[in-house]
């Protein structure tokens, strides 16, 4: 099972701060630490009926020139996750979400379902504009460094 207090705590281990919303939801705002990315990421975390958790990440003001139809089509056949997809404003939006419908230890949640939804949005981020070519010579790059 899974509660907003779990999600909370391990928000306050990996040193993040947040808001709890009026509505009910957690908001995490960061920016990369690397400073590869030039724009917040914010993901919005809600817990329903303590079995399934959400995340929904969006990175304000990030607003990539071309078809983001094609760009977030390209991004979910590429990357199983966050899944992808354009809002009705044009926002980009990368989601997660897990049912844990049987009991889990505190250190799983915050290992395999907390911190990669947090960190793992702003790769998507970083390389949604970026074409197989392109993505493909970034980590061929990267694993020589």
């Known amino acids: 099972m899974i509660s907003k207090d779990i999600i909370k705590e391990c928000l306050e281990i990996l040193e993040?701060?947040?808001?709890?919303?009026?509505?009910?939801?957690?908001?995490v705002g960061f920016f990369d630490d690397e400073g590869a990315f030039d724009y917040q990421i914010v993901t919005f975390i809600e817990v329903d009926n303590e079995r399934m958790?959400?995340?929904?990440?969006?990175?304000?003001?990030?607003?990539?020139d071309g078809d983001l139809l094609e760009m977030a089509n390209r991004?979910?056949?590429?990357?199983?996750?966050?899944c992808?997809?354009?809002?009705?404003?044009?926002?980009i939006v990368m989601d997660r979400c897990f049912v844990i419908d049987s009991e889990v230890s505190p250190q799983y949640i915050l290992e395999n379902v907390v911190s990669p939804?947090?960190?793992i949005p702003i790769g998507a981020f970083m390389n949604f504009e970026l074409s197989d070519s392109e993505l493909e010579a970034r980590i061929n790059s990267s694993e020589n460094e």
Do not use: Q
């Open 75 to 82: 991004h979910n056949c590429r990357c199983h996750t966050p």
């Open 16 to 27: 993040f701060n947040y808001d709890e919303l009026d509505n009910g939801l957690l908001a």
């Open 84 to 91: 992808c997809h354009i809002d009705s404003d044009g926002e």
């Open 117 to 119: 939804s947090i960190h």
């Open 53 to 64: 958790v959400s995340f929904s990440s969006r990175a304000p003001g990030y607003h990539p």
